[in-house]
């Protein structure tokens, strides 16, 4: 008995969590907890009864977004040896997430302390892996240091996400792009390899 | 899935664990070259390092993120409830 109530209490802790994630990605931090619950099915009382208050929801929800995405990316890694097949299943894997992660890093500054150490830890994964590979690459071999690397492409494909009303005001911004983003990106790294 | 109980990598093949061994909580990359774990300090210096070259961090801002990730894993619970954190500069 005790069993069960445990996880029904469980089923509606993660029932909350992926409401919240759809609200969130739709209306981005600022929705109020009434649209999560009403989302999720449950009383307003109910999220409470789960997390102490909405910073918590939000903190908890973060804290399993950044571990499935942080897994994601190191599993895609681990499966993409060449610098182009990392940066297409990257994107594919922020596509699959894409207003969600929007809204994180618009709107990060905003958030619970946990927000920026979501964002972090994610950015760390990224970092680790791609530094892998782009010390391999033309630029870095030309003495551009791999951190300035993956920052350039981050800037890339976060300035298109931020300011996707520019870009793709009624589609999915990344699918859209990948192709011209991985070009202009394998381009700029390779640059300066035909004269070796 | 395991994942390393200093830095909380996932370790899903024996090269991901310490040794090659499977039965290790940690990662090869938060192992000694004797295949101990590395101490609290030894961990907290290389993940700012690794933030600083990795991502072009400025050091207090690679340290504050080190400390925070540090924070969350079950390795060094003990330290942070000693305030080891703050130990972490001088060594």
């Not at chain 1, 919240?20 to 999560?36: C, E, H, L, M, N």
Request: proline content about 4%; aromatic content about 10%.
């Amino acid at each position: 008995m005790e069993t069960t109530r445990l996880q029904q209490k469980q089923q509606t802790r993660q029932k909350i969590l992926a409401a919240a994630y759809r609200v969130y990605a739709q209306k981005g931090f600022s929705a109020p907890t009434a649209a999560i619950a009403k989302e999720a099915g449950v009383s307003h009382g109910s999220i409470f009864a789960h997390f102490a208050s909405q910073a918590q929801l939000v903190e908890a929800l973060l804290e399993q977004f950044g571990t499935q995405l942080g897994a994601g990316l190191h599993d895609l890694a681990e499966n993409n040896a060449d610098l182009q097949g990392l940066l297409r299943a990257h994107l594919a894997l922020l596509a699959r997430h894409e207003q969600f992660y929007l809204h994180l890093i618009t709107e990060k500054g905003q958030l619970p302390p946990q927000a920026k150490l979501t964002f972090a830890n994610l950015q760390s994964v990224a970092a680790y892996h791609f530094g892998r590979v782009l010390q391999h690459t033309a630029a870095a071999q030309n003495g551009v240091p791999p951190y300035m690397l993956f920052n350039t492409w981050m800037g890339l494909v976060h300035y298109y996400l931020m300011n996707k009303e520019l870009f793709s005001p009624d589609a999915p911004l990344l699918p859209r792009y990948t192709d011209e983003l991985v070009h202009t990106f394998l381009t700029l790294a390779q640059i300066g390899e035909e004269q070796k | 899935m395991k994942t390393c109980i200093a830095c909380g990598m996932p370790m899903q093949k024996p090269a991901d664990f310490a040794g090659g061994d499977m039965t290790k909580d940690y990662c090869i990359y938060c192992a000694r070259p004797d295949g101990t774990m590395q101490s609290f300090a030894e961990k907290r210096a290389g993940m700012i390092r690794f933030l600083q070259e990795t991502q072009g961090m400025e050091k207090a801002a690679a340290a504050e993120i080190a400390e925070a990730s540090m924070r969350k894993l079950p390795a060094w619970q003990a330290q942070f409830r000693k305030g080891a954190a703050a130990d972490g500069d001088a060594e």
